[in-house]
């Protein structure tokens, strides 16, 4: 932070007003923890509504936890109502903020998981998944797979492979293993390359381009 005149400015203010300026472009912004990325996702998204090429109804924002979730939707909330006490706000900006108001509880805010949720009991038979399926909730995850390492544990101690006497035999635990395999089901890429090596597209870059207007109408879809 830079203090100018008493008041207290930031280093990269020029890059954050860019970023909030710039809503025809797409941005990625890296930056730690409690350096106001959150505040700067409120305020783009503030200034694409005043200016009316965002409708929260068909926004979508997505967090990692819940309790991230209802911290953005809250802070929408409040400066939403901040921006309608506002005395130079054009009567179009003050439109597009009553508006959005209005549909801030229809906003997609919420994590991956939800997200994901949503759009695959809203397609279940392309996604081939049941509609009633449920997402697991960390506890439930927990114990599920415990369950699964108990079981697959005592199937191959009955069967006393060879890689797993050796491990026992070197002094790594029972716990070390569970952890050893936990991490490596959470990174499957490194068990399976194959299915996760990226093909080189079949079409150029412009005939991807050309495309994006179709692929845009058929977002446009899933949306409505």
Excluded: N, Y
């Excluded at 797409?26 to 503030?46: F, H």
């Excluded at 026992?168 to 070390?176: D, F, N, S």
Aim: proline share 4%; net charge negative.
């Amino acid at each position: 932070m830079a203090s100018g005149g008493g008041k207290l400015t930031a280093f990269d203010a020029d890059v954050r007003a860019d970023v909030i300026a710039s809503i025809d472009r797409s941005m990625l912004v890296e930056a730690a923890a409690g350096t106001g990325k959150t505040t700067l996702l409120v305020d783009r998204i503030l200034q694409a509504v005043r200016s009316g090429r965002v409708r929260l109804s068909r926004a979508v924002a997505i967090t990692f936890t819940e309790k991230a979730a209802g911290e953005l939707e809250e802070r929408i909330r409040s400066a939403l109502a901040a921006e309608l006490h506002r005395d130079d706000l054009t009567d179009d900006a003050r439109r597009h903020v009553r508006q959005a108001s209005g549909e801030l509880d229809r906003a997609h805010i919420c994590t991956i998981h939800a997200f994901c949720a949503r759009v695959l009991r809203e397609k279940p038979l392309e996604a081939g998944v049941d509609p009633q399926f449920a997402v697991l909730d960390p506890t439930a995850d927990k114990v599920l797979r415990d369950r699964v390492w108990r079981e697959w544990l005592d199937g191959q101690a009955a069967a006393a492979p060879e890689v797993l006497t050796e491990a026992l035999r070197a002094g790594v635990g029972a716990a070390r293993l569970q952890e050893t395999a936990f991490a490596l089901a959470g990174a499957p890429e490194l068990l399976e390359d194959e299915g996760f090596r990226l093909p080189r597209p079949e079409r150029t870059r412009e005939q991807l381009a050309a495309a994006l207007p179709e692929l845009g109408r058929e977002a446009h879809d899933i949306r409505q």
